[in-house]
Structure formats: structure tokens, C-alpha cells
């Protein structure tokens, strides 16, 4: 396998362990709402997504410096960035969407 497809493989499994992750935590507060273990699991999500959203900066950051970034490329991704840097919620984003 090459480098993307090893960064794809990767992305990939992190986004299933993410995802075990949450079911776990919803789990175990609806059934222990208290409980300091729900807060940890909270709080080590938060430190993997900031975590990952510095690896995203490296990647974004290299391509701008060898630009290889267009207008549509930033264009394309101004909604994913407002919400990966808590500019905006995905509220926010709701009333553009057209029934």
C-alpha cells in the first residue's frame, strides 16, 4: 500500500474506534448519568478530536505552502473548518439547508 491509501486505511479506523467510543459513552450516561467514568470518556474524546485537528492543520498548512490549494478547494472547505475549529455548530447551518 502507498501513503494515501495507508492515511485512508487509518482515518478509517480511527473514525470506528471513534464511533465505538460514543456509543459507549451515550451508553454508560444513560445508564450511570453521574458517574465520573462518562466524564473521562468525554473528556479523552475532546483530546483525540484536538489531537486529530492538529494532524488536519499539519496536512492543510503543507499544502497551502506549496500551493496546492485553489479557490474552490478553500471554498469547499470553509463549512467543514467552521465547525473542526468551533467557529460555528452544525446549527447554524441548518436554515441553508432547502426542503
Known sequence: MNDFELISLTLDEIRKQAYNLHEARVCFEQNFPSAERAYGMKKEVKRIRLKLRKVFEEIANYNNAIDNVSGVD?????????????????DDYDDDIED
Do not use: F, H, Q, T
Open 74 to 90: 478553500v471554498a469547499l472547505s470553509n463549512v467543514p473548518c467552521d465547525l473542526i475549529y468551533e467557529r460555528k455548530k452544525s
